[in-house]
């Protein structure tokens, strides 16, 4: 999978961090435990050695909550190789661990069976909950829980005494309970970081496929819509063509059916087009043509209105809900907009400027009549504007 994570995302660094951010609770807690073991054997171990290991391990649990808030704001941890900081990591634990190791065999000197029991006690607790925060880490576990119950264990067993061994035993079988679980722990969290690694990935490259299915999508409505303005529009002119034409007025017609509104078709030729052809040149007659489409499309401007190029010189407009005299004022305003734009037409035998003759039709739809019925009555009319000297609506 072809799919970039940021390093603070792969399961080593991940590791360290999760190291750090565990240690802010879990130092605290070393220290509570650590005072209550002051408070419960200030009594029974002379005042300078409790005092001594006191001292020493707030001083290294103060340190190190400085250290862990100092990585985690600036995330050091990452300025390095992972296995470095997680040795970083491990040295500060182990220094905790070794001074707890070193109060399980101080203090079991100077005290009575029962308070060896309380001792046991409290820095199991501590070794288990260290051991917990440490389950990123096998390794740091390992360490952390051998350098608190080792010493004791040596100490307890080279001793003889019957009570000693028995607590010796114990601790054997302490430490390797807390080995066996932490172990067990230490290998669910280091598969959920993976995992966890895994699912970024999957996330990410499903997120990438995401966008690029996005993108081609946007590409295929962009060329959807170019295509079908392609089919739908007049190259020359810019204007609907015939099939739009087609298209709208089935639409138009049927809605008009439904609701039983006037349809109105407007049919408009160029007259003598043939001549300004002739007499300006092919070229000069599109270029007339897109100015009279432009005309046209300036008049019809409502937004049901169609103005389409129908045939060669001849325009068409569909006016939906519009009525025959509505329909014939529009052509009015076309032809004489036409007139106004004022355009030369030498050869005409109208006019010395361009003219158009136009033909309007209206409807009212019913089951009976077919859409198309609108467009001959129209061209009908065009062709009395025509006969009838042309320059003209009908
Ligand atoms: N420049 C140009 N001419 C076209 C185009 N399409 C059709 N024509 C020309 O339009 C002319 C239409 O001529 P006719 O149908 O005889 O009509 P007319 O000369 O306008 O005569 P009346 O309509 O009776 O006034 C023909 O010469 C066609 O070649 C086009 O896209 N560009």
Same mark, same amino acid.
């Given at each position: 999978m072809d799919v970039e994570h940021h390093q603070e995302d792969t399961p080593e660094y991940k590791r360290v961090s999760l190291l750090y951010s565990n240690s802010i609770k879990s130092v605290p807690a070393t220290i509570l435990n650590s005072s209550i073991l002051l408070v419960l054997f200030w009594t029974k171990v002379p005042w300078l050695t409790i005092l001594v290991w006191y001292s020493l391990i707030l001083t290294v649990s103060i340190f190190r909550l400085q250290q862990v808030r100092k990585e985690i704001k600036n995330k050091n941890?990452?300025? /390095?190789? *992972?296995?470095? *900081?997680?040795?970083?990591f491990i040295l500060g634990s182990s220094f905790t661990g070794a001074i707890w190791g070193a109060s399980f065999v101080l203090f079991n000197l100077y005290t009575d069976e029962a308070y060896s029991l309380l001792m046991i006690w409290i820095v199991s607790a501590t070794a288990m909950g260290g051991s917990m925060s440490l389950a990123p880490s096998q390794r740091a576990q390992n360490i952390f829980v051998c350098l608190i119950f080792i010493p004791a264990i040596i100490m307890n067993i080279l001793s003889g005494n019957e009570f000693n061994i028995t607590m010796g035993t114990l601790c054997i079988l302490f430490l390797i309970v807390m080995i066996m679980l932490g172990n067990t722990f230490s290998t669910w969290v280091n598969e =959920?970081?993976?995992? /966890?690694y895994q699912n970024q990935g999957l996330l990410k490259s499903l997120q990438q496929k995401n966008e690029s299915l996005e993108t081609t999508n946007s590409e295929l409505i962009k060329t959807k819509e170019?295509?079908?303005? %392609?089919?739908? =529009?007049?190259?020359?002119?810019?204007? #609907?063509? +015939?099939? =739009?034409?087609?298209?709208?007025?089935i639409k138009e017609w049927n809605r008009c059916l439904r609701r039983q509104y006037p349809l109105s078709c407007i049919l408009i030729d160029i007259d003598y087009f043939k001549r300004y052809n002739d007499h300006y040149g092919h070229q %000069?007659?599109? /270029?007339?043509? +897109? %100015?009279?489409?432009?005309?046209? =499309?300036? %008049? #019809?401007? +409502? #937004?049901?209105?169609?103005?389409? +190029?129908y045939g060669g010189e001849e325009f068409i407009v569909i006016l939906s809900n519009a009525s025959h005299d509505d329909a014939v004022m529009l052509a009015e305003r076309t032809r004489k907009a036409i007139l106004d734009a004022n355009m030369e037409h030498t050869d005409s035998q109208v006019a010395d400027i361009i003219t158009i003759s136009a033909g309007v039709a209206t409807i009212t739809p019913t089951n009976l009549q077919d859409c198309y019925e609108i467009v001959h009555k129209a061209d009908e009319k065009l062709y009395e504007a025509k006969n009838n000297g042309r320059n003209q609506v009908c």
């Open positions: 941890y990452l300025k /390095q190789p *992972a296995n470095k *900081a997680l040795n970083k =959920s970081l993976k995992l /966890q170019f295509l079908t303005e %392609q089919t739908m =529009s007049d190259p020359l002119t810019g204007i #609907a063509n +015939r099939r =739009s034409f087609d298209h709208t007025l %000069q007659g599109d /270029q007339l043509l +897109r %100015q009279v489409a432009n005309l046209i =499309s300036s %008049q #019809a401007t +409502r #937004a049901d209105d169609l103005v389409a +190029r």
